[in-house]
């Protein structure tokens, strides 16, 4: 039994690849061919979020010249809603066909070594949320592997090669929000394993190994954690920060998407 009900114009869609945008990362959209837009609001079942940044819409369209589903927004369990809701929209992806999914959040810096402005491939993550949406049942999913090596190292070629800088690969620690971390919190972050901080991603990730999807994830680090830097943390920063980042994703992605759909054929 379908757990969302799809628009008409969106019932004959048969995407790849499935891609989820952080805030300030909507403008990515921009650059799709053929794109076809509905608002979250038009799919029955699906959470709609009320966050800056996140505008909420679900775009069809190609990169490279293979058929994506693009959700433009996410909601948070800093908005009230559960872990379960928090992934609802991989899994409408994965409802709509698609075998793989490319996460995207804003995160701040833990790892002093890391630069405000650039990507990060997420390698693992530390739920320190403690929220799954997976509860509600027996559901022991390994978890050895969540994002899926083939990918990152499918990411990281393109990567050099488009771009000529080399992802660095790191830990993405999931806390609640929506405050932002105390410099002692940073301090107890770095000291865990965390290279990044944000409030999402994990609950899709979580979900998308679970439903048997690739997943690749990607933080585009916006700005230095509380007590690496003298300047105080800003959602509008973090916007900002991601809708210039934006392109150079698209590029990266116009050709390893392509490499994505060769390897889901093997």
């Known amino acids: 039994m379908p757990e969302f009900a799809l628009p008409r ?38 959470p709609v979020g009320t966050v800056p940044g996140h505008a909420g819409r679900l775009h069809l369209g190609k990169i490279g010249g293979v058929a994506v589903a693009v959700a433009q927004g996410r909601v948070h369990v800093y908005e009230g809603r559960s872990a379960q809701e928090a992934a609802a929209t991989v899994r409408l992806l994965h409802e709509m066909g698609a075998a793989a999914v490319v996460l995207t959040n804003a995160a701040g810096i833990v790892n002093a070594n890391l630069k ?81 901080v944000g409030m999402s991603t994990v609950p899709e990730s979580i979900q998308a190994r679970a439903l048997g999807m690739r997943v690749a994830a990607l933080s585009c680090l916006t700005n230095y954690g509380a007590g690496l830097s003298a300047t105080p943390l800003s959602h509008a920063e973090v916007v900002e920060t991601g809708a210039k980042a934006a392109s150079e994703l698209h590029d990266v992605l116009e050709s ?7 390897l889901l054929e093997q």
């Open 116 to 196: 405000p402005g650039t990507w990060m491939l997420i390698a693992d993550h530390l739920n320190l949320a403690r929220q799954s949406p997976l509860t509600g049942g027996p559901h022991f999913i390994d978890q050895s592997e969540v994002y899926c090596a083939e990918l990152r190292a499918l990411l990281k070629a393109e990567s050099l090669e488009i771009t000529g800088h080399r992802l660095t690969e790191g830990v993405y620690a999931w806390v609640n929000g929506p405050e932002y971390e105390t410099p002692a919190e940073i301090r107890m972050l770095r000291t865990l394993g965390a290279d990044a």
């Open 9 to 46: 114009a969106l019932r004959s869609a048969s995407p790849v690849v499935g891609l989820v945008l952080g805030s300030g990362l909507g403008g990515f959209v921009d650059a799709l061919d053929s794109p076809l837009s509905v608002d979250y609001s038009e799919i029955g079942g699906l």
């Open 256 to 262: 390893a998407i392509p490499a994505m759909r060769d």
